[in-house]
């Protein structure tokens, strides 16, 4: 693949790279010479010390490869915390909040600083993060943002079996990892896979024998000749959430479609895409370790599984009516024009609601479980597309 001229690595990340490389060739022999794309993906994020997520390179922000929503803005966490604030007065005083990825541990302060405002602080703050070197950088944030609150933060090596509370994921179902299938010009299906090629990694498909991934890719009906992802990883993930929540609501924002936009004819190569240094790579081979991987999350594929899982869906929409729904305005007026952050902060506020920015790409899921709420959840008060899932 032609790759463009991008910024050049440091000497200490070229080697953490390579090295990575060098684990990943290790991982395909012992497998047999192939490796399903899902599991070239893991190593590829997850890779104890070199993996993009549990290495030591900066992700998120100027000096990353991506700035996510609460990067931008304070006044994201501050909508998200008037939606966990209406789950928390459902619950009493033992609710909890349970964030997964919390990245730089920016919307983890945002959040506890809005949810204090609001008087509905939780119980206890719990992140899940895979990553050490990014618990260390979220703990720095919120001893910084909000000192005061650090005592109710709670890092969590494992899901507890049971929870009350508010769990919130921003960005978190993209990343995880994907298998990739195709279906051939005859109907067949196919897993594609990664081998060892003339010193590089290089594609190879098999045959997609029966199993849990060959029956998601078939109730999906490509056309032939189509080539998609399906996310083992997140169906089970979101079993997992729905299992755990005794009482409470979960909400997700991510990138993405529902089913019918998802495999559009015209998204016949699927969404799988890179990240580097503020650029979109195509070629997941390119820089293992320092090159974020993701796909686009299929929120009908979400929907069915917290359905099945004892879930109900509160509501699904763009970010951008979320967020308006959630009061991002009235935030922004509040700041007031002398602020000496004002413009920035309007900056944000169209990249965050703007169609041809944030706004209509990424989307919010909402769901419940075994509470009444006066009212439907700040945020899916307006504009609601849940027909499409």
Avoid at 89 to 101: I, R, T
Avoid at 153 to 176: I, K, Q, R, Y
Avoid at 230 to 245: K, N, R, T
Wanted: glycine content about 10%; proline content about 6%; overall charge negative.
């Amino acid at each position: 693949m032609n790759t463009p001229q991008l910024p050049a690595p440091s000497a200490d990340a070229v080697s953490a790279s390579a090295a990575l490389v060098e684990r990943i060739r290790q991982s395909i022999l012992e497998a047999g010479g192939w490796l399903p794309f899902a599991d070239y993906m893991r190593l590829a994020l997850y890779s104890p010390g070199l993996g993009y997520y549990s290495g030591g390179a900066a992700k998120f922000g100027a000096e990353g490869d991506f700035t996510t929503a609460p990067e931008l803005s304070p006044l994201f966490g501050a909508c998200i915390a008037d939606t966990a604030a209406a789950v928390l007065a459902a619950l009493g005083p033992d609710g909890e909040v349970m964030e997964f990825g919390a990245g730089t541990g920016r919307l983890a302060a945002q959040l506890l600083l809005g949810l204090e405002r609001l008087g509905r602080l939780p119980a206890r703050y719990c992140i899940v993060d895979l990553s050490g070197e990014l618990r260390e950088r979220q703990r720095a944030t919120i001893a910084a943002a909000a000192p005061h609150l650090l005592g109710r933060v709670d890092w969590l090596d494992a899901l507890p079996e049971t929870f009350s509370g508010f769990v919130v994921g921003n960005e978190v179902l993209d990343a995880m990892p994907c298998a990739l299938v195709h279906r051939d010009d005859d109907g067949r299906l196919h897993e594609r896979g990664v081998v060892w090629r003339d010193g590089a990694f290089g594609w190879q498909d098999r045959p997609l024998a029966a199993g849990p991934l060959y029956d998601l890719a078939a109730a999906l009906a490509l056309p032939k000749g189509y080539t998609t992802e399906v996310q083992p990883d997140m169906h089970a993930y979101v079993a997992s959430v729905a299992g755990m929540l005794t009482r409470g609501a979960a909400l997700w924002l991510d990138y993405g479609f529902a089913h019918a936009e998802y495999y559009h004819p015209e998204r016949h190569m699927g969404t799988l895409i890179g990240h580097y240094r503020h650029h979109t790579v195509h070629d997941p081979f390119f820089r293992p370790g320092l090159t974020d991987l993701t796909c686009h999350v299929d929120f009908s594929a979400v929907y069915r599984e917290a359905d099945a899982a004892g879930l109900a869906l509160e509501g699904y929409a763009p970010q951008a009516q979320y967020l308006l729904d959630a009061g991002l305005l009235d935030k922004l007026a509040a700041l007031g024009t002398g602020h000496p952050g004002y413009l920035a902060q309007v900056a944000a506020v169209q990249k965050l609601t703007s169609p041809a920015e944030m706004g209509d790409l990424f989307k919010a899921i909402a769901f419940s479980k075994a509470i009444e709420l006066p009212a439907l959840l700040p945020g899916f008060g307006g504009r609601d597309d849940s027909h499409k899932l």
